[in-house]
């Protein structure tokens, strides 16, 4: 024999009854089909006698509400005609004459509302009763008996279990009883609480030692998180009776807990299916369950409405019973404690109750501790509101070590607070307080961390989308499937902004039509803007990506670095900014454990910072730095010729995608001036820019005055540089824009090399980069390719992303 039982939703129209009957039909043995009021009824009656008793206002609105809600289900399943409809009639008649005599004396007693509020229940198991043929009805209310403790009544176990015996001695084939209902010994309707109809299936259950208990609800049975929050949450196939207790504990609404203490106690299954989706397996609850090795936790679970009360003052230290005075004080006044947390140092102890609590734990807690108050003992009671509880629960957790220091450090890295702790010696769960306008963010770091280690996700903000930042969301959509596949590395882009308009996904924006997003977007650009989203959104393992080439953006990554957000830049402004600003953001991101890098800043997607890091952390020391770090100056002397003037050179640059969004920025020494003092800085030496000496080779005037005025300008230095050309030609030397690092100094300029030099065959845009240290000395070492443009930039940008997921 099986016990199952249908909750609300899934007895909440004659539709789902009917899937309520496929259900019991399918099975193969007799069954005890427990069911709830259609959903929604139980509501709806209690607050038809709160209307009732309140004397302001009519009571009838609402009772036409719960009789047309039968009257539909009747007339759909029996064509409106048959006994029930008498039965269920007469029901709701008591109803309505209970509700009348409450309001003629203005009052609601729990023995009244016990009364009425299973009506629902009565009503409902005669429906089901009647339409699923074979099935017989019986009447709940006289096999449970319990106390007079009406709203929550206890259940004697002893008399109840005879009686249930004794009704099923000869039982076969399919009975359907009301769930929530029981009486007193007086023969008074008392109820069983929340969670009541799961109460009554397991106490049927227990008392017939049946072989499994179903509890039919409207989820797929446990999920790993909350799937409303978390979208790759999914069911955990088997869990312990005490799992199941913890994850409901802290919030996971699918089984009431006192339900399962019988069954527990004798050894019965329960399994939790979906009335909606009977074909899935569902989560099976028992004594042992299955844990696979790698996954000690089972389950995430959180409760919202938090108050975090904490009572302090060095007066309670080594001070026996005030734990004990305090939990009973709130224990007088009825207060629930959900979490407890108190330092070694027994100078505070905090609890966690439900929000709703607070004033009456308040002056409950005053009160006890008067005295202590007084005197001084205890110095404050601190509130703190707006928290939430998060619980990891597993029984395998005991047998893991390291679970803790995971857990703490992935929620840390992702700057989340935590408030409080508190974990059992019987380590099945750890639970932790944090504000609420973190947990979403707790959540899916935890969730991630634990259950999806395999995929770890990378949430991308990114700021420009001109040469560099358009090819990087190519590159990432082309490459985002095999990543996933072969990584195991999910890129998201949930932010993306030009000049003028911003958009955010947390799904993630299509990277195909980004721009159609943005272009469609309401929301105007604006960086403090884009911070504010960015930081709402509080998404884990989020990166800022800027593509610009603007101070204004680089001014803000501390703030986003303080945010636990990592910055992933071309933009060469912040690193060659003042060295208090580089070494502070620097610090930030260490400080954080978040990630700031530009490795594209030198010499686009070529590796010379990371090499450059590498021989230094090593314990190299770099002791020369001689380079070509101007992709279009490269290209510029490269491309000269009495065909190609400087200004169409300079030109075909910019159109290329080599040069900087204002080529005067390369033409003027600036790209390089900044560059040589970053790897000096990487180097290890604290230079500022005007450390740096900078011989220009194009006239000052000519940096004056707008992008235009250049352009028309330029044109006149043509004939200058074609003489100069020829001359240079003629003494096979070509042009190189040299920078030059030696003895804590740094200088940048244009140099004529013959061809023994190594920079002479340079082609192209490339860039080349010669470090001698005290190891690569006779040899130095050599790093040369492209040294500028969309890909090849787009590609290290992408790379330093891929650094940041740590994969
Ligand atoms: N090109 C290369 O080879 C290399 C470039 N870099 C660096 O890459 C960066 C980008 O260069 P590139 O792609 O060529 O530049 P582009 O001019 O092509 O693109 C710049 C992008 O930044 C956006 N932008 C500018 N200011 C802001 C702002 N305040 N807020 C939001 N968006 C803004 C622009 O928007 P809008 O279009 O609306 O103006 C545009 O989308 C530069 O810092 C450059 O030094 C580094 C290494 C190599
Ligand atoms: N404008 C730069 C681009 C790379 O930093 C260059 O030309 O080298």
């Known amino acids: 024999m099986k016990v199952l039982k249908f909750g609300g939703t899934s007895v909440a129209?004659?539709?789902?009854?009917?899937?309520?009957?496929?259900?019991?039909?399918?099975?193969?043995?007799?069954?005890?089909?427990?069911?709830?009021?259609?959903?929604?009824?139980?509501?709806?009656?209690?607050?038809?006698?709160?209307?009732?008793?309140?004397?302001?206002?009519?009571?009838?609105?609402?009772?036409?509400?719960?009789?047309?809600?039968?009257?539909?289900?009747?007339?759909?399943?029996?064509?409106?005609?048959?006994?029930?409809?008498?039965?269920?009639?007469?029901?709701?008649?008591?109803?309505?004459?209970?509700?009348?005599?409450?309001?003629?004396?203005?009052?609601?007693?729990?023995?009244?509302?016990?009364?009425?509020?299973?009506?629902?229940?009565?009503?409902?198991?005669?429906?089901?009763?009647?339409?699923i043929p074979g099935a017989v009805r019986k009447d709940s209310a006289e096999l449970i008996q319990t106390d007079s403790y009406f709203g929550k009544a206890r259940v004697d176990f002893e008399v109840t279990n005879q009686k249930i015996r004794d009704a099923f001695a000869s039982f076969s084939g399919i009975a359907v009883i009301p769930g929530f209902i029981a009486k007193n010994v007086k023969g008074e309707f008392t109820t069983l609480g929340r969670g009541g109809s799961d109460y009554t299936a397991a106490i049927m259950a227990a008392a017939l030692n049946v072989e499994a208990l179903e509890i039919w609800t409207d989820v797929d049975g446990f999920m790993t998180a909350d799937p409303r929050v978390i979208s790759k949450a999914y069911t955990i196939p088997e869990l312990t009776y005490s799992e199941a207790m913890e994850l409901s504990h802290f919030g996971a609404k699918v089984i009431y807990p006192p339900t399962i203490l019988p069954v527990y106690q004798e050894g019965i299954p329960i399994r939790i299916k979906n009335t909606f989706k009977p074909e899935n397996e569902g989560t099976l609850i028992l004594s042992s369950a299955q844990t696979p090795k790698d996954r000690p936790i089972k389950g995430i679970s959180s409760i919202s409405g938090i108050t975090l009360l904490t009572l302090q003052g060095i007066g309670m230290v080594g001070v026996t019973g005030i734990s004990m005075r305090l939990f009973t004080a709130l224990a007088r006044v009825n207060v629930n404690v959900i979490l407890i947390s108190q330092a070694s140092s027994e100078n505070s102890i905090s609890v966690a109750i439900d929000e709703h609590a607070v004033e009456v734990a308040e002056s409950a807690i005053r009160e006890e501790f008067e005295k202590e108050i007084e005197m001084g003992q205890v110095s404050k009671i601190d509130i703190e509101s707006g928290l939430s509880v998060v619980a990891i629960v597993g029984e395998n957790m005991k047998h893991t070590t390291g679970i803790a220091g995971k857990l703490f450090s992935t929620i840390g890295k992702n700057g989340i607070n935590v408030i409080a702790i508190a974990q059992g010696a019987s380590e099945l769960n750890i639970s932790w307080v944090v504000k609420t306008s973190e947990l979403r963010k707790t959540l899916n770091v935890v969730h991630e961390s634990f259950f999806l280690s395999e995929n770890v996700e990378l949430n991308v903000f990114l700021m420009g989308i001109g040469?560099?930042?358009?090819?990087?969301?190519?590159?990432?959509?082309?490459?985002?499937?095999?990543?996933?596949?072969?990584?195991?590395?999910?890129?998201?882009?949930?932010?993306?902004?030009?000049?003028?308009?911003?958009?955010?996904?947390?799904?993630?924006?299509?990277?195909?039509?980004?721009?159609?997003?943005?272009?469609?977007?309401?929301?105007?650009?604006?960086?403090?803007?884009?911070?504010?989203?960015?930081?709402?959104?509080?998404?884990?393992?989020?990166?800022?990506?800027?593509?610009?080439?603007?101070?204004?953006?680089?001014?803000?990554?501390?703030?986003?670095?303080?945010?636990?957000?990592?910055?992933?830049?071309?933009?060469?402004?912040?690193?060659?900014?003042?060295?208090?600003?580089?070494?502070?953001?620097?610090?930030?991101?260490?400080?954080?454990?978040?990630?700031?890098?530009?490795?594209?800043?030198?010499?686009?997607?070529?590796?010379?910072?990371?090499?450059?890091?590498?021989?230094?952390?090593?314990?190299?020391?770099?002791?020369?730095?001689?380079?070509?770090?101007?992709?279009?100056?490269?290209?510029?002397?490269?491309?000269?010729?009495?065909?190609?003037?400087?200004?169409?050179?300079?030109?075909?640059?910019?159109?290329?995608?080599?040069?900087?969004?204002?080529?005067?920025?390369?033409?003027?020494?600036?790209?390089?001036?900044?560059?040589?003092?970053?790897?000096?800085?990487?180097?290890?030496?604290?230079?500022?820019?005007?450390?740096?000496?900078?011989?220009?080779?194009?006239?000052?005037?000519?940096?004056?005055?707008?992008?235009?005025?250049?352009?028309?300008?330029?044109?006149?230095?043509?004939?200058?540089?074609?003489?100069?050309?020829?001359?240079?030609?003629?003494?096979?030397?070509?042009?190189?824009?040299?920078?030059?690092?030696?003895?804590?100094?740094?200088?940048?300029?244009?140099?004529?090399?013959?061809?023994?030099?190594?920079?002479?065959?340079?082609?192209?845009?490339?860039?080349?980069?010669?470090?001698?240290?005290?190891?690569?000395?006779?040899?130095?070492?050599?790093?040369?390719?492209?040294?500028?443009?969309?890909?090849?930039?787009?590609?290290?940008?992408f790379a330093d992303l891929i650094k940041v997921s740590n994969i």
């Not at 953006?553 to 912040?574: D, P, Q």
């Open 13 to 131: 129209s004659a539709e789902n009854i009917r899937r309520v009957k496929e259900i019991v039909q399918k099975q193969n043995e007799d069954v005890i089909v427990v069911v709830s009021a259609l959903g929604g009824v139980t509501d709806l009656i209690l607050q038809a006698a709160r209307v009732a008793a309140s004397g302001t206002g009519d009571f009838h609105p609402v009772l036409s509400e719960i009789k047309n809600r039968h009257a539909q289900a009747v007339a759909e399943l029996f064509n409106g005609a048959g006994p029930v409809v008498y039965i269920a009639e007469e029901l709701l008649d008591e109803l309505e004459q209970i509700l009348t005599g409450i309001t003629l004396v203005g009052e609601l007693t729990p023995k009244t509302l016990d009364r009425i509020a299973g009506i629902g229940e009565r009503v409902s198991s005669h429906l089901v009763a009647q339409f």
């Open 467 to 797: 040469t560099v930042g358009s090819n990087l969301l190519q590159q990432m959509q082309k490459q985002q499937k095999k990543l996933l596949d072969e990584k195991h590395l999910k890129i998201k882009l949930t932010g993306v902004a030009n000049s003028r308009k911003m958009a955010f996904l947390r799904e993630g924006i299509d990277m195909t039509t980004f721009r159609e997003k943005l272009e469609n977007s309401e929301q105007k650009s604006g960086l403090p803007g884009f911070i504010h989203e960015m930081k709402e959104m509080n998404i884990y393992n989020s990166v800022f990506v800027d593509c610009t080439a603007s101070d204004e953006v680089s001014g803000y990554y501390k703030e986003v670095l303080n945010a636990n957000i990592s910055v992933v830049t071309a933009n060469k402004v912040a690193a060659s900014s003042d060295y208090k600003n580089y070494l502070d953001l620097k610090d930030v991101a260490k400080q954080k454990g978040v990630k700031f890098l530009f490795e594209t800043n030198v010499g686009a997607g070529l590796p010379i910072i990371n090499t450059l890091n590498d021989l230094v952390n090593s314990g190299d020391r770099i002791l020369k730095i001689e380079a070509v770090l101007s992709g279009t100056l490269n290209f510029i002397f490269n491309t000269i010729s009495a065909k190609v003037p400087l200004s169409k050179t300079i030109l075909m640059a910019k159109e290329q995608g080599y040069s900087e969004p204002d080529p005067r920025v390369d033409l003027s020494g600036l790209d390089v001036a900044r560059k040589i003092l970053i790897l000096a800085r990487e180097s290890g030496y604290p230079l500022e820019m005007d450390d740096i000496s900078v011989k220009r080779f194009i006239p000052d005037a000519l940096f004056d005055g707008s992008l235009d005025d250049f352009w028309e300008n330029v044109k006149a230095l043509d004939n200058e540089f074609e003489e100069n050309r020829k001359r240079l030609e003629a003494e096979n030397k070509k042009w190189r824009f040299v920078a030059r690092f030696e003895e804590e100094k740094a200088q940048v300029g244009l140099q004529e090399v013959d061809s023994r030099h190594p920079f002479y065959d340079l082609e192209g845009s490339n860039n080349l980069v010669m470090y001698t240290t005290e190891r690569y000395n006779e040899f130095p070492m050599l790093i040369k390719g492209y040294g500028a443009g969309a890909s090849v930039t787009a590609a290290g940008v």
